[in-house]
């Protein structure tokens, strides 16, 4: 062997790591992006359809003629609707609309106020109970009762069907591997696709109105029941149920006698995320004609009235806080049906006795069925929100500007030309190459799927638009989770100050969130990506708080003591340790993202977002909106397997 065989064979092979071969990737795009960009882009202008768009209107109409005649709709579609819209409308029938002959509900506003305040104080404490009765009186103060009402009923409908179906289903994966192993993925695809997807096909199926809502809401609330349930059966103590089996015991004693009280309080855990999602998901459905407070805020952001939109949601807000408090009550104090410790009694027989009578009043007298609406708390709410928006849009217009200007020249802009003016071929490769690398054949094989479906759906440029928001607002979230979460995970006295705020941010649906920086940036692009950021950013926030703080102490008190400061310590320790975290974290912010900036196609977002909304208020674009959805269920299942892949967690080695 010769000294230059010698030498070739010995020298090292130049291996580059992940981050290079991305930045090459990127790099070789913008280069090739330079001569190529403005062909092949697969442009569709507003008002046109493509050949699918036309056949889902002639599905769309072809269903709509036969809706009556066919065996399918007859015997089993129509008889859905027609169930849920009887429970609907019976609920509707006790708290919110006249019915029965009467030009009022069977229980009026005292009522409902009394029977609340009395399950508040039955599971919860007397300051569950006053924040309760507080809350709904409030709805009353802004002359939004029958609104308020209309969303609790579409809410309680919903979320007793969603248990009624999901805790027995919860079970059954609690206790079987094989059924946990099949409706895992169907529920991971289920909390996956963001809440306007659910809509457009439940349209065509069950019509517009409060049982297509109803529908929508429950198959969007009902995943976490499943989880949780399944969760707190597979967690209770082995030792439990092999004592119980030593013993005799059928499987049916076992879960009646060990899991399930075992499990109580977890369960109850799930129904209150249940509840919160049914909730966040009734005021979306206000798009297919749901009633209650969805609607009026819709219709506020549509004519850009914040103060409406604020008053009402306002009132979303307070309901999901008096229904999180008192659901959480019952999680910290979970007990057997009926049983009530000795000396609460007398005085649960008592308040029982002053609820019946207040029922009553609320059955009989007007004044106590009708929420008197001389208070005007509601429009001084929607006047002082106008004002401040006017205050705001006048003297803080330099800063707010200043802001979007930033986002939208620096990041949005370069972002959205180079995905929408690239030709599609180059975007789709480079999706796919980024897929291989970051994950496995796999993951660019499901990537390469969904580029491709994604232009069969001819909404290729609307899909890269949403795509670059979605990319912007990600990235802002990262750095709002990163730098807040490590500040939380190296400071407890932050954790503590900062978590109940997050933990609030996160009850709190998605409509909520536009209006303040509705009435802060206008109708743009922006106000969907600012809102998106704070919709997600709570998620992510904890997610690598909690990640910073799992670092073993000795590992941390190890680097301090070889002289690391404090920006060392963090970066060269904590963060590369919390790498699990980090992926995780943006995995969850870009699913919240991109559910929100969808979201924002109600104030100026545009793309697919606008798509779906003009395909429920314009019959010819119909079909345009259903495809609309579908590539938002796509960009979903795209985001979430690549970021999935990358997390080292979910490597073959790891434990998912």
């Known amino acids: 062997m010769t000294a230059t065989t010698a030498a070739a064979v010995s020298r090292p092979r130049i ?3 992940k981050p290079v ?16 960009h403005g062909t092949h882009t697969l442009s569709l202008s507003p008002a046109d359809l493509t050949p699918l768009h036309e056949w889902l209107n002639d599905v769309n109409d072809t269903v709509g003629a036969n809706r009556n005649s066919s065996p399918i709709f007859l015997y089993f579609f129509n008889e859905i609707r027609a169930g849920i819209d009887a429970l609907v409308t019976f609920v509707q029938a006790l708290i919110s609309q006249p019915a029965f002959g009467r030009p009022v509900p069977v229980l009026g506003w005292l009522g409902v ?5 009395y399950i508040s104080w039955f599971f919860g404490n007397w300051r ?14 802004q002359g939004l009762w029958q609104e308020s009402m209309d969303t609790l009923a579409l809410t309680l409908s919903a979320v007793a069907i969603s248990l009624l179906i999901g805790i027995p289903l919860g079970i059954w994966a609690g206790l079987s591997d094989r059924f946990n192993a099949l409706v895992t993925p169907v529920l991971d695809f289920m909390q996956t696709m963001p809440t306007f997807v659910y809509l457009a096909p439940l349209t065509l199926l069950f019509l517009i109105g409060p049982a297509s809502a109803t529908i929508a809401t429950l198959i969007y609330a009902m995943p976490p029941a499943i989880r949780i349930t399944a969760h707190a059966i597979r967690s209770v103590p082995r030792a439990a149920v092999e004592a119980t089996d030593s013993l005799g015991a059928t499987g049916r004693q076992t879960l009646t006698g060990v899991l399930l009280p075992l499990s109580k309080r977890t369960i109850v855990l799930g129904v209150n995320q249940t509840i919160m999602a049914a909730l966040s998901m009734v005021t979306i459905a206000a798009l297919i004609d749901a009633p209650g407070l969805g609607k009026t805020v819709i219709k506020a952001l549509q004519t850009l009235d914040v103060g409406t939109a604020f008053n009402a949601g306002l009132a979303i807000v307070v309901m999901a806080i008096v229904l999180d408090r008192v659901t959480t009550a019952a999680s910290n104090r979970v007990r057997q049906v009926g049983a009530v410790h000795r000396f609460r009694r007398p005085l649960a027989a008592g308040l029982g006795v002053l609820t019946a009578i207040c029922c009553y009043m609320s059955y009989t007298y007007v004044w106590a069925a009708e929420f008197p609406d001389q208070a005007g708390v509601g429009r001084a709410i929607s006047r002082g929100a106008d004002e401040v928006t006017f205050w705001a849009q006048t003297e803080l217009s330099t800063a707010t500007e200043a802001i979007k200007n930033l986002v939208t020249f620096a990041l949005l802009n370069p972002l959205q030309s ?90 709190m649906p998605a409509f909520v969130y536009l209006v303040p920086f509705l ?26 708080a909690d990640g910073i703080r799992g670092i073993p102490a000795t590992t941390v008190e190890a680097a301090t003591a070889a002289g690391s400061n404090t920006w060392q310590l963090i970066t060269k320790v904590q963060l590369p340790m919390a790498r699990s975290s980090l992926t ?23 793309a697919l977002g606008y798509d779906v909304v003009a395909g ?28 999935r892949a990358s997390n080292p967690s979910n490597s073959p080695k790891g434990h998912r």
Do not use: H
Not at 519 to 544: D, E, G, M, N
Not at 586 to 606: E, K, P, R, T
Not at 623 to 629: D, N, T, Y
């Open 418 to 507: 180079l995905l929408v003016e690239s030709p599609w071929w180059l975007v789709g490769t480079v999706l796919v190459l980024l897929a291989a690398l970051l994950g496995t054949v796999r993951t660019a094989v499901t990537t390469a799927a969904c580029v491709a479906l994604l232009i069969g759906t001819g909404l290729w440029q609307d899909s890269m638009t949403t795509l670059a928001m979605t990319i912007v607002a990600t990235l802002l979230v990262m750095v709002l989770g990163v730098v807040v979460g490590v500040w939380m995970g190296r400071n407890r006295f932050a954790d503590r100050i900062i978590r109940p705020a997050l933990d609030a941010g996160q009850t």
């Open 128 to 141: 569950v109970a006053l924040l309760a009765a507080g809350g709904f009186v409030f709805f009353g103060l």
């Open 519 to 544: 009435a802060l940036f206008s109708a743009t692009r922006f106000t969907a990506i600012v809102a998106a950021v704070v919709f997600a950013a709570p998620v992510a926030i904890k997610i690598v």
């Open 584 to 606: 995780l974290a943006a995995n969850q912010g870009l699913i919240y993202v991109l559910s929100m900036v969808v979201v924002g196609g109600l104030v100026g977002a545009g």
């Open 21 to 36: 071969k991305v930045a090459a990737i990127l790099v070789a795009w913008v280069l090739i992006w330079i001569p190529a």
């Open 616 to 643: 429920f208020s314009q019959g010819q674009l119909y079909g345009k909106g259903l495809a609309a959805g579908a590539a938002i269920v796509l960009l979903g299942i795209m985001l979430d397997r690549i970021a």
């Open 113 to 117: 106020v009394a029977v609340v305040a």
């Open 15 to 17: 291996r580059l790591s």
